[in-house]
């Protein structure tokens, strides 16, 4: 087309020209897809070259997840991180669209078919600076790909936090205990139904599992999670 001619795609990751929307050849090579032997709950990567369902890496056998399942895409490192970032603080929405695709492919057979695609909420005040809510985007483009429902607003963040950078776990679970709660108005969509809970990056987990206490509050059925990317070491 000639919108292609002057308006070429363009590398998500370096800014390369491509024939269509996604990365280019070597920043592909650089991206850490996960896959093999992972964390059925948190989809950290695990030693053992063969994937095998339900083994759990050490921390969540030490504290089980209030979630059923989760994955990611990839690994928070380099192309990973750079696209988690530029989604994020770089105004970067082109990236969402590929991302969800490639979180489909693990969303697909994690969720009991139909979930409910719900994104983890951002508190009213960091949306009005950021004017967008990346886990929403997401969401919204991931449901597109599966064909299932979305609620964007199922969940709200009642109260608005600090940045979570720098604090551990237990201390990441203290600062947002309550700070997640279902829309009073949407929370009966949530009722009895599969939830597939979406985000940008899992570190800790913290948040979504203040998402998944929220959801189960609604008293919605299982939740699994599927994020962007996880940040974990190498097996």
Not at 27 to 38: D, H, I, Y
Not at 62 to 84: E, F, I, M, N
Request: net charge positive.
């Amino acid at each position: 087309m000639a919108l292609d001619l002057v308006y070429p795609a363009r590398c998500l990751a370096c800014g390369a020209v491509v024939s269509e929307a996604g990365l280019c050849g070597p920043c592909w090579r650089e991206t850490a897809f996960l896959g093999g032997t992972l964390c059925d709950h948190c989809g950290a990567p695990l030693p053992g070259e063969e994937a095998s369902e339900g083994q759990l890496c050490d921390q969540c056998l030490a504290s089980p997840r209030p979630w059923a399942r989760g994955r990611a895409a990839l690994l928070y490192k380099d192309t990973g991180r750079r696209l988690v970032l530029a989604l994020k603080h770089g105004d970067r929405q082109e990236v969402a669209r590929p991302a969800a695709a490639w979180m489909a492919q693990v969303a697909r057979t994690l969720a009991p078919e139909g979930a409910l695609v719900v994104p983890v909420p951002l508190h009213w005040s960091r949306l009005l600076r950021r004017r967008f809510n990346q886990s929403a985007l997401l969401a919204r483009h991931l449901a597109n790909h599966l064909e299932w429902d979305c609620c964007p607003d199922l969940l709200l963040r009642v109260r608005r936090t600090r940045q979570l950078d720098g604090l551990n776990r237990e201390e990441r679970a203290e600062m947002l205990d309550g700070a997640i709660e279902a829309h009073p108005k949407r929370a009966a969509l949530a009722q009895d139904r599969p939830i597939l809970l979406v985000d940008d990056v899992m570190t800790s987990g913290a948040t979504l599992a203040a998402a998944t206490r929220a959801c189960h509050g609604a008293g919605s059925g299982p939740v699994c999670v599927v994020t962007l990317a996880r940040v974990a070491k190498d097996p």
